[in-house]
Structure formats: structure tokens, C-alpha cells
């Protein structure tokens, strides 16, 4: 059984950070690509970085120098290390395993960035 749980939302202030945490089982996490997403209201879930099994990064340009993934292969996580936050960053985020057809997703976790 797969299962991909994320953790580590919340609401936080314009200018904070949060650090979500993916923890991932029966898969042989250390061989798969993993990605973050999020998703608001009435819009597409988009890509908001990824990191491959050799520890590559990309990200999406909107968030591209405030947000970090990493993982631990040891732990079965990946993590997104999220600072300088903007309301507009208020989604729910979801972490995502690649393989065919849609991978496998966690259930999400909301993050709200709010004064």
C-alpha cells in the first residue's frame, strides 16, 4: 500500500516560514523523483518545485529563491522549506511521487499566509 502523508501547514504572517514534511511509505522512495504541488479554488494544481533522486532541484519562477526541497532518503521524506511567504502562496499543497500515469499524492496540507 502506498501512502504519501504531508504535514507542516498552518497559517502564518506575510514574511514567515513554514516547513512542510512528505513522509513517504511502500515505495522504494530512494528511486523515485518527488514533487510539490498546490492547488486554490477554481484553479489547476501547478508544480511548485521537484528534486530527483540524485538530489536535483527545479521550481517554479514564483516561488523560486524563497522556497527549498529537500529530501532524506533514509527517512522516506521529502520536505519543502518555505520563507519570505506572500498571501498569494495560500493554497493547499500536496507532495507528489512520479511514476506513470498520475503518481502517487498525499492528501494535502493547507497553508494560509494571512495578517
Known amino acids: 500500500q502506498v501512502q504519501l502523508v504531508e504535514s507542516g501547514g498552518g497559517l502564518v504572517q506575510p514574511g514567515g516560514s513554514l516547513r512542510l514534511s512528505c513522509a513517504a511509505s511502500?515505495?522504494?522512495?530512494?528511486?523515485?523523483?518527488m514533487g510539490w504541488y498546490r492547488q486554490t479554488p477554481g484553479k489547476q494544481r501547478e508544480l511548485v518545485g521537484a528534486i530527483t533522486t540524485d538530489g536535483s532541484t527545479n521550481y517554479a519562477d514564483s516561488v523560486k529563491g524563497r522556497f527549498t526541497i529537500s529530501r532524506d532518503d533514509a527517512r522516506a521524506t521529502v520536505y519543502l522549506q518555505m520563507s519570505s511567504l506572500k498571501p498569494e502562496d495560500t493554497a493547499v499543497y500536496y507532495c507528489n511521487a512520479d511514476a506513470p500515469r498520475r503518481g502517487y499524492w498525499g492528501q494535502g496540507t493547507q497553508v494560509t499566509v494571512s495578517s
Open positions: 511502500g515505495i522504494p522512495f530512494k528511486f523515485y523523483n
